[in-house]
């Protein structure tokens, strides 16, 4: 249908497009939230079923009717299967990893029932996908487009079947009461994070102090760091190494350091840092107009800082 | 245009077939020709039989339709061969065999689940076809359970289910047909019957074995071998003696020195018989594609759309098709026509000339011999049948020009046919008038049943010669020469005939099967408008017409719809007893304000509720507890924690206090 046609029906008319305003997990399925159409299929059977009984009925075939009568009883009996398959399913949790703006994220819905249900489906927006769940719980993925940071509500998803013989259609809407984090999206390029007084002393300071660490050659080494004497020794050359202190450097991102940028650039910025830090292993502590967040490394470090950077207004 | 490319793009978007789904698909498509295969022309079921194989086989290698040249020149061969199989192209035959030639060839380009459904759509319809040539027991139950792989293929179209072996995927497929059954058996009996018609009945061509209007030998020897029923008779009082049991269908008048017919039958109509003692019966009769109904010698009422002709054979108004059913008195002793009309006496004693000048020459002799003793000529023949060497056997020499002259003074040997029809010849030569009745003689009493089953077997022909003051008799030439005949059955008549097979137990399996036939042609085939409308008669409606049974049908249909939603919405999760109680003290708490939030622990919720109803803080306090017991004190929960719980939510009250 037309989406624009939908959301219009929806506003207006609640009741008849069986709209829900999301609701809190866990979600069951029952008779009041399940609907049955025909689908396409189901309609020209029923036709193909009317030309049945007229010709039975005008040959008085008996045997014909019978037939006929056992198929219509069959395509009905059918339709309370295709019920069954959704009734009674519970919607237990949904989960969802982090995602950067702009790209899809997987949603993780998880069912849970007390028999096996076969041929369910599960529509997401354009996605879609069909799945079986047996007694116990299953998880069923599906992507979901992102597009800015921030908290995204899920949109609401359709769980329906068609099972078994694909002439009743039984759907359902879902719209749990959840929300997906959107992590910023990072510059594609930029400057590197100014350096703070402390930093470069340091740096200098520690500088030629510790020649404790030989390493194996590297190209681009100066010829001045190379340990001639225990090189003698060695089939590479060996080089004393000086990068060990500046491991340990810390970065210090701050938001008002940014002066003279709108804030999702700003943002974006502190995203592209928050990434390089992260990839290099460094320690990095972030200040934000409300919040800061004290130095520290790792991954969870990196997504306290960038759920940050998401919630900013 | 516009549609065409809707449906192209609605084709592109169905999604593959699986070669289960296929395999599935070519299993049902040849089922379907499997219960054609009777009324097709063997080449062209041969035929279609190869491509359905080829297709499975050669989607088994690759998938991919069969690519689209083929198609037209398989469409028009389709078409030529279903010409030239059916005299009537327009005809049902015909229109079977296009059907099925058309499922074959959808199968050919049966790429997506669209195709797929509409295949297995036609099939089903194609099914229903084959049903309009043989609605015979065995066929409606074949046909019926050919439905299910067409199902299981529906099933198998939709996605992501657990994969099964064969029979496994028809198991579903068969409970939901059994589920299905009481509704349709509910809505065969009332779906009100058309009272004529729509549009023309078939007048099906298809070759039925049975009594004809004319007798040849060769006929009448096949038929005696066909072992299929051809009516079942129930007696109101006790059954005639078997030597009684003579079924009068055809009165032959006319012999041409080869075969006996039957002239067109006049209108007159039957004149007032003498009779002496009667017997009432019902009659089923099986479809004969003939008009004639077999009675029992001799009938003296024609029952509903049927005459009585002059010479007492019962004519229906149109040939029978279906399964019929008639009610018939006879009189078992009789006065049939004492005085012959000189029109009649003549054609009773036309023989063709130049015909068995010995069999002639012999009539004469017994007449110089006997004068004008017409008993003692007929004696005289029987005599020659029973002493002069004659035997029975279903397989007698063949005999040439002179047939009569053969078979009297050279073979010696033949059934009741040769015999009846040279007793006959040899009366009109001597000038008495007489003529040939075929019908049936004998069958089997069924006492499980209660009725007579006679077989196309017992099919029998004899003579009656008319005697002045005693009118038309009866006389049986082939009892002369065989009185086994007439007690036993023309089988066992005929010792040189019997098989291994024919034992005692097989024999009496047959007769069970019998009944079931009989039942099944009465019950459901035989129900009609009539016997709709008698439905509740038990219970004082007399007459039940097309509005009742509709809503009757309407009403029913609720009730079975009812039915199954309680089914369907019968929830059968076993929950966990505590758990249930929690959820009675939950409602209780929710009256007051206290409402668990989703994923609310249990103890921080009682405790909750306790600081919102300060006094009732024991006893949630205690309430608490005794959850706590039930739930984690054991893996299963004891039913003494249960039912103290229980206790204390049923004596839990909040009303009264002040929050």
Known sequence: ?313 | MNLLARSARARAASPALTRDAFDLMCLSAAIVLVAHVPHLSPWLSGGLALMLAWRWWQRRQRSGGAPAWLKLPILALLVLAVTASNANPLGQQAGASFAIGLLVMKLLESETTRDARVAMGFACFTLMTALLFDQGLLATVFIALGLLPTLATLRALEPAQLRTSLPRTLLPALSLLAAALPLALFAFVLVPRLNGPLWGTPSSHASVTGLSDSMSPSEFGELLLDDSPALRVAFDDAPPPNNQRYFRAYVLWDYDGRRWSSPDPGDEAAAPVEVAATTSYRVSLEPSRQRALPALDLPIEAPAHAQLLADHQLLADRPVNDPLEYRVRSALRYHLQPSLSADARQRALRLPGGFNPRTQALATQWRQRYGSDDGAIAQAALSLFHDGGFRYTLAPAELGREAMDDFLFTTHEGFCEQYASAFTVLMRAAGIPSRVVTGYQGGYWNTLGNYLLVRQSDAHAWSEIWLAGRGWVRIDPTAAVRPERISLGAYAAAEDQQTWYRSDWLESMRNHWDIVNRWWNEGVIGFDTMSQRGLLTPFGIHDLDGTALGALLVVGSALFAALGLAWAMARRDKIDPALAWMRVLEHKLDRHGVTRRPGEGPQHYLSRAARALPARRDALKALSESYLECRYAHAEPSPESVRAFRRLVRDFKVRGVVK
């Open chain 1, 1 to 313: 249908m037309n989406p624009r046609l939908q959301r219009w029906a929806e506003r207006r008319l609640p009741a008849l497009t069986r709209y829900r305003r999301p609701e809190g997990l866990p979600l069951e399925l029952h008779r009041r939230r399940i609907y049955i159409v025909p689908t396409g299929f189901g309609a020209a059977f029923a036709v193909l079923l009317t030309v049945m009984l007229v010709g039975a009925l005008n040959y008085a075939n008996n045997a014909a009717l019978l037939l006929t009568c056992l198929l219509g009883a069959t395509s009905a009996a059918s339709m309370l299967v295709a019920f069954r398959t959704l009734d009674g399913l519970r919607l237990a949790s949904v989960r969802a990893d982090h995602v950067v703006a702009g790209e899809a994220v997987q949603v993780q819905f998880e069912f849970e029932t007390t028999r096996l249900r076969q041929a369910l489906r599960l529509d997401l927006g354009p996605a879609s996908t069909a799945f079986a769940i047996a007694a116990g719980r299953t998880s069923v993925g599906l992507p979901l487009q992102t597009a800015k940071r921030g908290w995204m509500p899920l949109p609401r998803v359709r769980v329906w079947s068609s099972w078994p013989l694909g002439m009743f259609r039984a759907w359902s809407w879902l719209h749990p009461q959840q929300a997906v984090l959107v992590w910023p999206r990072a510059e594609a390029t930029g400057p590197t994070p100014p350096h703070h007084d402390a930093d470069q002393q340091r740096h200098r300071l520690h500088q030629g102090d510790d020649l404790a660490a030989l390493r194996d050659y590297r190209l681009g080494d100066p010829p001045r760091h190379i340990a001639w004497r225990a090189s003698a020794r060695h089939e590479h050359l060996l080089v004393k190494d000086f990068e060990q202190p500046e491991a340990q450097h810390e970065w210090r991102l701050d938001w008002y350091q940014l002066a003279g940028l709108d804030d999702e650039a700003r943002i974006a910025r502190l995203a592209r840092w928050l990434d390089e830090a992260d990839r290099r292993g460094e320690a990095y502590s972030l200040r934000l107009p409300q919040q800061q967040v004290p130095m520290g490394s790792g991954a969870q470090q990196y997504a306290q800082c960038m759920s940050l950077l998401a919630t900013l207004p």
